[in-house]
């Protein structure tokens, strides 16, 4: 057996005591993959690529105004600091 098939192979591993146990199952890539194509539509996956890309861009543009709230005055508000 090679190391890929022993990467690749389910392994079970008991951790804890006698009361609580969990179990570690390490699944092939391609079992994971063929079950992502089978479950998942070409659709509901763009719609996820753009969820994700649109969270992405609002935490951007969140940060960005952060910053510059912290850098710059904003000048409509600037004589409400001046009395």
């Given amino acids: 057996m090679n190391r890929e098939d022993q990467r690749s192979s389910r392994r079970w591993e008991v951790v804890g005591g006698s009361?609580?146990?969990a179990v570690t199952i390490a699944l092939p890539r391609a079992v994971v993959t063929e079950w992502a194509l089978a479950t998942f539509t070409k659709e509901r996956m763009a719609e996820a690529a753009l969820c994700?890309?649109?969270?992405?861009?609002?935490?951007?543009?969140l940060f960005s105004l952060h910053r510059a709230m912290e850098s710059y005055m904003i000048?409509?508000?600037?004589p409400l600091f001046n009395q």
């Fill in 19 to 21: 009361s609580t146990q």
């Fill in 52 to 61: 994700v890309a649109t969270v992405s861009l609002i935490g951007v543009v």
């Fill in 75 to 78: 000048v409509g508000f600037a």
